[in-house]
């Protein structure tokens, strides 16, 4: 589920994968503008979205509740625990990650919408903890990021060998790692675990799965197959990947309404 695999618009691939893995569309289509514009009836308990109808402006508040690996994850060589400093700024970073790569303008009942998703730290947000890389010997399970919440506290690890620019990459990871547990809250896990059928359940990256585009829109959520546009730090990946306009749409959806 690490983001490792970089992400277009929505060119799913049409081959029919093996069952019951199968490509399809964007489910958010099946919801008419109305119905995103108010919400749904089963909100996320940690995301608020405010409807600015005058400005077209919708404010999504994204609660976050970071934290550092327990001591028995450490004690088993998953993780390392990092410092204090370290982790003000790993969580620094996964903010400026969520923020960057969930905000965009959307087309809501025929007209542009500008989405500003902020974080907030909150003892009732999102679980996510924020690791360094733990034993070698245990390979992608102690750094291989994954968020699998609900089911499990998802983990977020800091890789400084992690291509010319690590600080980038761990912000864009950080918030495609947050973009699972939203995507499994509204279409469940076979949805958002699969890629949106570009995967396996457990991220193994399928043949079918399309390259990376070379221009335009890099989707956040999706795995390609690696070609030349995708090399961590060129050809713009850090600046062209984004939240689709349907997965943003599937959060404010799904993100409650003040009261």
């Given at each position: 589920?690490?983001?490792?695999?970089?992400?277009?618009?929505?060119?799913?691939?049409?081959?029919?994968?093996?069952?019951?893995?199968?490509?399809?569309?964007?489910?958010?289509?099946?919801?008419?503008?109305?119905?995103?514009?108010?919400?749904?009836?089963?909100?996320?308990?940690?995301?608020?979205?405010?409807?600015?109808?005058?400005?077209?402006?919708?404010?999504?508040?994204?609660?976050?509740?970071?934290?550092?690996?327990?001591?028995?994850?450490?004690?088993?060589?998953?993780?390392?625990?990092?410092?204090?400093?370290?982790?003000?700024?790993?969580?620094?970073?996964?903010?400026?990650?969520?923020?960057?790569?969930?905000?965009?303008?959307?087309?809501?009942?025929?007209?542009?919408?500008?989405?500003?998703?902020?974080?907030?730290?909150?003892?009732?947000?999102?679980?996510?903890?924020?690791?360094?890389?733990?034993?070698?010997?245990?390979?992608?399970?102690?750094?291989?990021?994954?968020?699998?919440?609900?089911?499990?506290?998802?983990?977020?690890?800091?890789?400084?060998?992690?291509?010319?620019?690590?600080?980038?990459?761990?912000?864009?990871?950080?918030?495609?790692?947050?973009?699972?547990?939203?995507?499994?809250?509204?279409?469940?896990?076979?949805?958002?675990?699969?890629?949106?059928?570009?995967?396996?359940?457990?991220?193994?990256?399928?043949?079918?799965a399309p390259e990376c585009p070379a221009q335009g829109e890099i989707n956040l959520m999706l795995y390609y197959n690696r070609n030349t546009s995708c090399v961590i730090g060129s050809n713009g990946i850090f600046e062209r990947t984004i939240a689709s306009e349907d997965d943003l749409k599937t959060l404010v959806y799904i993100a409650g309404r003040p009261k």
């Open positions: 589920m690490a983001n490792n695999s970089r992400t277009g618009k929505n060119n799913y691939p049409g081959a029919i994968l093996p069952a019951p893995y199968r490509v399809r569309p964007q489910p958010i289509g099946a919801v008419n503008d109305e119905q995103i514009h108010n919400g749904s009836k089963r909100p996320l308990t940690y995301a608020t979205a405010n409807m600015d109808d005058e400005h077209k402006i919708i404010h999504i508040r994204l609660r976050m509740n970071y934290g550092k690996p327990s001591l028995l994850t450490c004690l088993l060589g998953l993780a390392k625990k990092p410092g204090d400093a370290q982790f003000e700024y790993y969580a620094r970073l996964a903010d400026e990650g969520i923020a960057k790569y969930w905000s965009r303008t959307i087309t809501l009942k025929g007209e542009a919408w500008d989405v500003r998703v902020r974080p907030e730290r909150s003892a009732q947000g999102m679980p996510l903890t924020l690791a360094n890389p733990g034993s070698r010997l245990l390979g992608n399970l102690s750094k291989r990021s994954r968020n699998p919440y609900p089911f499990f506290t998802g983990t977020l690890y800091y890789d400084e060998n992690d291509g010319p620019d690590p600080e980038r990459s761990y912000a864009m990871t950080a918030a495609h790692e947050v973009g699972h547990p939203l995507l499994t809250h509204a279409f469940g896990a076979i949805w958002s675990w699969g890629h949106a059928g570009t995967s396996t359940l457990l991220g193994k990256r399928y043949d079918s």
